[in-house]
């Protein structure tokens, strides 16, 4: 049996991942390309700290539960594809990026926020539930959501930055869960994808090849299994 994850640490490595990409990078590196359709590296920086914000406001949120969602059934409302919310949000977060004097001031807001945030996860009650976004989570499954998104926001600021780290384990086995959720017991992964090109093409970032398609199987139409 796969000893349990804490949430907790993993989050923390997941944004201290994510400190490692940008930490160090000047005005004219946040500027590089991601894999976000229109977004520079300071506006997915934008779009990460809004989570972090989220993160502490949830956490200062209990709720009496029962759940409604958990770190998987989460997920399926985020489905494939552009839509016009999905539009609107990615304009707003460009917007609101370059609000800022220089892109850098995006980094010493992140680098304030993500500890804070780890703070109030790793003192938040493991059995307690709390509310976000219209739902209701158990506090260990609204830290796996928050690090999935995380990991795979890592690998989309990463695309014009080869030399930055990628994910950490304990994060990176988060949210390959979370996609091993999303799949089913019975599909099984190629066997050559390693976990980071699982997440890419898990998430529509990488298209998936056409060995892809003939081991996966009818289970290749399911993916990408969110966007």
């Not at 490595?13 to 520079?40: F, M, N, S």
């Given at each position: 049996?796969?000893?349990?994850?804490?949430?907790?640490?993993a989050?923390?490595?997941?944004?201290q991942?994510?400190t490692a990409?940008?930490?160090?990078?000047d005005?004219?590196?946040?500027?590089?390309?991601?894999?976000?359709?229109?977004w520079l590296?300071?506006?997915?920086l934008?779009?990460?700290?809004c989570?972090a914000q989220?993160?502490l406001?949830?956490l200062?949120s209990?709720?009496?539960?029962?759940?409604?969602?958990d770190?998987?059934?989460?997920?399926?409302?985020?489905?494939?594809?552009?839509n016009?919310?999905g539009?609107r949000?990615?304009?707003?977060?460009?917007?609101?990026a370059?609000?800022f004097d220089?892109?850098?001031?995006l980094?010493?807001l992140?680098?304030?926020t993500?500890?804070?945030a780890?703070r109030?996860a790793?003192a938040?009650?493991?059995?307690?539930?709390v509310?976000?976004?219209?739902?209701v989570?158990r506090?260990?499954d609204?830290l796996?959501?928050l690090?999935?998104e995380?990991v795979?926001?890592?690998?989309d600021?990463?695309?014009?930055?080869p030399?930055?780290?990628r994910p950490?384990?304990?994060?990176?086995?988060?949210?390959v869960?979370?996609m091993?959720?999303l799949?089913s017991?019975e599909a099984?992964?190629?066997?050559?994808?390693d976990?980071h090109?699982?997440?890419?093409?898990?998430?529509?970032?990488?298209?998936?090849s056409?060995?892809?398609?003939l081991?996966?199987g009818?289970?290749?139409?399911w993916?990408?299994?969110?966007?």
């Amino acid at each position: 049996m796969m000893t349990p994850i804490p949430q907790h640490e993993a989050l923390a490595e997941a944004y201290q991942g994510i400190t490692a990409v940008v930490g160090d990078l000047d005005d004219h590196d946040l500027q590089r390309p991601t894999r976000c359709h229109g977004w520079l590296v300071a506006d997915l920086l934008f779009h990460v700290l809004c989570d972090a914000q989220r993160a502490l406001v949830a956490l200062a949120s209990p709720a009496a539960g029962p759940p409604d969602v958990d770190d998987v059934t989460y997920w399926r409302a985020f489905t494939p594809g552009g839509n016009d919310d999905g539009a609107r949000h990615a304009w707003w977060a460009r917007r609101s990026a370059v609000a800022f004097d220089r892109p850098s001031g995006l980094v010493r807001l992140w680098c304030e926020t993500a500890p804070a945030a780890v703070r109030a996860a790793t003192a938040a009650d493991p059995s307690g539930h709390v509310t976000t976004q219209g739902h209701v989570l158990r506090v260990p499954d609204l830290l796996a959501t928050l690090s999935t998104e995380a990991v795979v926001h890592h690998l989309d600021l990463v695309l014009d930055l080869p030399a930055a780290p990628r994910p950490g384990p304990l994060a990176t086995r988060v949210a390959v869960t979370t996609m091993d959720g999303l799949l089913s017991d019975e599909a099984v992964r190629p066997a050559g994808w390693d976990d980071h090109e699982y997440l890419l093409k898990a998430t529509g970032r990488l298209p998936l090849s056409d060995r892809d398609r003939l081991e996966l199987g009818e289970v290749a139409g399911w993916f990408p299994l969110f966007g």
